[in-house]
Structure formats: C-alpha cells, structure tokens
C-alpha cells in the first residue's frame, strides 16, 4: 500500500525557517515526479513545487527564492525548505506522488501537516 507521510510543519514568526519533509513507500521512487501543494484556509488547494526524477525543480511565482525542494531517491524522501515565511504561506502542505513512466498509476497524496506563520 502507497503511504507518503509528511512531518516539519508547526508555527513560526513571519520571516522565519521550517522544513517539510515526506517520506514515500511508492516504488521505484526514482519513476516520480514529487511536489508539494498547500492549501490555506477557504481557499482551493494549489500547487507549490515540483521536483521531477532528474531533480529539476519548478516553483510557484511567490515562493521563488523563498523554498527549495530536494528529494533523496536513496532514503525516498523529498524536502521542502521554507525560508523568509510569510502569513500567506500558512495551510496544509501535502505530499504528492505522480508516477511518470509506465505503468503510470497513482497520483497519490499524504495527509498533510499545519504549516502557520504568525506572530
């Protein structure tokens, strides 16, 4: 069974640092494209980063700068290095998983943790 398990969330002041990490079960993890979303408060849930197997990465406009994703293929985890916070970066970030070689299955997603950036 697929599980991606995300830990690091919490609160922090504004201008502050957390790191996100997922913990994947999908094999061959190396066959996946990883990312993160968020979703805030009333809002619909939206794409944050994105990882792929050769380890480009892409990033939404306003967290350019600001987050850096890395992935290991050896312990299957992918990070999320959130520096200069900001109140509108709090939400739920999941992990997600899309297989991008055949056979394609999934995506799968974690369960989330609390990110809250506030004083």
């Known amino acids: 069974q697929v599980q991606l398990v995300e830990s690091g969330g919490g609160l922090v002041q504004p201008g502050g640092s957390l790191r996100l990490s997922c913990a994947a079960s999908?094999?061959?993890?190396?066959?996946?494209?990883m990312s993160w979303y968020r979703q805030a408060p009333g809002k619909e849930r939206e794409w944050v980063a994105s990882?792929?197997?050769?380890?480009?990465?892409r990033y939404l406009e306003s967290v350019q700068g600001r987050f850096t994703i890395s992935r290991d293929n050896t312990k299957k985890t992918v990070d999320l290095q959130m520096d200069s916070l900001r109140p509108d970066d709090t939400g739920v970030y999941f992990c997600h998983a899309e297989r991008v070689t055949f056979p394609l299955v999934g995506p799968f997603w974690g369960q989330g943790t609390q990110v809250t950036v506030s004083f």
């Open positions: 990882c792929d197997r050769f380890g480009a990465t």
């Open positions: 999908v094999n061959p993890f190396n066959m996946y494209r």
